[in-house]
């Protein structure tokens, strides 16, 4: 089946700070998620985009299908951004009829 | 805010016990899903529905069974539960009405099986 890698797997910013986070893909895909879960387990659902790029607030992703990757930046940390970012993805028809999900990124921001 | 509810949020039940857990929407959403979530596994779907009365596998249902008599209510059991079940349990809908649209998740419930 499709593999989905995020990277980096931990990471400490200070507060104020910019991120990257990075989702490969092994295959062709008809959608992508990205997800935050918080420190008290809730998951929310950050951006669908399966391709172009999208904003909302300090939080934008940008998702080039072709080359089989996504990007989540946070601009501007804040500690309320703590937590697991998952990217989730579609593969497309033949690949498997479900969200197969990443091991996420742990993303602790400090004060 | 997708109006989505699970109860109970927190069981600890015995090995072979039957347990149930039920998801509860209140905004009409036609594909509803089951996920766990266990360390170093991720989240991983158990079952759906995409309408009542009508409900699938997903990649990790053995031991697991659902039912979905209304719009509103998916319910997941375990018949007889295992220590291997032990786990977070999510419900999630698609909001847009697409299957695997852009999903949104309840809160979880937490069970512990001894």
């Known amino acids: 089946g499709i593999q989905v890698e995020q990277s980096p797997p931990d990471l400490i910013l200070q507060e104020g700070a910019n991120s990257t986070l990075r989702c490969n893909f092994s295959?062709?895909?008809?959608?992508l998620q990205w997800f935050h879960q918080n420190p008290w387990g809730q998951l929310i659902n950050l951006f669908y985009?399966?391709?172009g790029t999208k904003q909302n607030g300090r939080l934008s992703a940008t998702t080039v299908a072709t080359e089989r990757y996504s990007l989540l930046y946070i601009s501007s940390s804040q500690t309320t951004d703590s937590g697991v970012y998952f990217c989730?993805?579609?593969?497309?028809?033949?690949?498997?009829?479900?969200?197969?999900f990443g091991t996420g990124t742990q993303l602790k921001v400090e004060l | 805010d997708a109006g989505i509810t699970q109860s109970p949020r927190h069981k600890v039940t015995e090995t072979g016990t039957p347990v149930t857990l039920r998801c509860h929407q209140t905004?009409?959403?036609?594909?509803m899903y089951w996920y766990r979530q266990d360390p170093g596994h991720g989240l991983r779907l158990i079952h759906y529905?995409?309408?009542?009365?009508?409900?699938d596998k997903g990649e990790v249902s053995d031991g697991y069974s659902v039912s979905r008599s209304k719009t509103e209510d998916f319910l997941l059991t375990l018949e007889s539960a295992t220590s291997s079940q032990t786990s977070v349990y999510f419900c999630?809908?698609?909001?847009?009405?697409?299957?695997?649209?852009?999903?949104?998740f309840g809160p979880g419930t937490r069970l512990t099986v001894l």
């Open positions: 999630a809908i698609s909001e847009s009405g697409t299957w695997l649209a852009e999903q949104f």
């Open positions: 295959d062709s895909v008809n959608n």
């Open positions: 985009i399966p391709s």
């Open positions: 989730a993805v579609e593969p497309q028809p033949g690949g498997g009829n479900k969200l197969t």
């Open positions: 905004e009409n959403h036609r594909y």
């Open positions: 529905s995409y309408g009542v009365k009508d409900t």
